[in-house]
């Protein structure tokens, strides 16, 4: 495995190497993470994996400085999983002093996540976007866990005409049905004994709702209701379409998605589901 830091070298890399998929990273890695490795692999000649921990999509109140960089640790896991170029560069390679231009995003991006994180959308297709430039993958695979980040930047590609495939990879879970988060090591003990619980929660929606005539409303406040009751800080429970649009009767293909704190570290997660028509 090639490590770079300097976009020359990365160039002068993407020029001798043909068919690459590309796993954009912000290190920290775990199974979820070589997961992806191994979807890429399936899907390309070369596999470049990116780790850059990118400033822009941190709120002022939140954990970047604090955000786990274990370089040496996650080369040694990518070397065994085969990867042909790990790109690691530094903030000032990729981003300006004063940037001048951002990425305007449609208006799911301050929904749901992005309704408690502004900007945040925007601070990840901007360097995404930037990684695809520098890159040039022809595929590029992002977990479905961050699902609403997965749907927007299907949005952006397909809107820009970015000449990439994106591939999803399913979220990778602990034996408790946790998903898989860099964020989970935050969790002391007795929250990580918890923590299942979201997942618990999503589970009972997609029981519940696969009817077309179940009360989705109802169902989301109880999960909501039953999460507070437990500890927890809601952020959003929320039926959506797989676009994550509101979902309207006839849709039936679905995804319940959501996001709560436990205690300081917020958790993110989602199923995809199946309704019968109404």
Known sequence: MKLIHHIAELRTWR????????????GNLHEGHLHLVNLARQHAEHVAVSIFVNPLQFGPTEDFTR??????RDADK???CGVDLLFAPDVSQILPATPRCQIALPALANQLCGATRPGHFVGVATIVLKLFNLVQPDIACFGKKDYQQLSI??????????PIEIIAGETQRAADG????????????DERARAPQLFQQLQLITHLAQQADANVSQLEQNAWQTL????WQ?????IRNRHLAEPTPQD?????VGAARLGNTRLIDNLEFSRQPA
């Open 153 to 162: 930047i299907r949005m952006m590609v397909e809107d820009f005409n970015v």
């Open 78 to 80: 990518l070397r065994e």
């Open 178 to 189: 946790l998903a898989l988060s860099s964020r989970n090591q935050y969790l002391t003990p």
């Open 228 to 231: 507070a009751e437990a500890g």
């Open 15 to 26: 020029e001798a190497n043909p068919h690459v998929a590309l796993v954009p990273t912000m």
């Open 234 to 238: 809601p952020d959003y429970i929320q």
């Open 252 to 256: 039936q293909q679905l995804v319940v």
């Open 67 to 72: 955000y786990p960089r274990t370089l040496e």
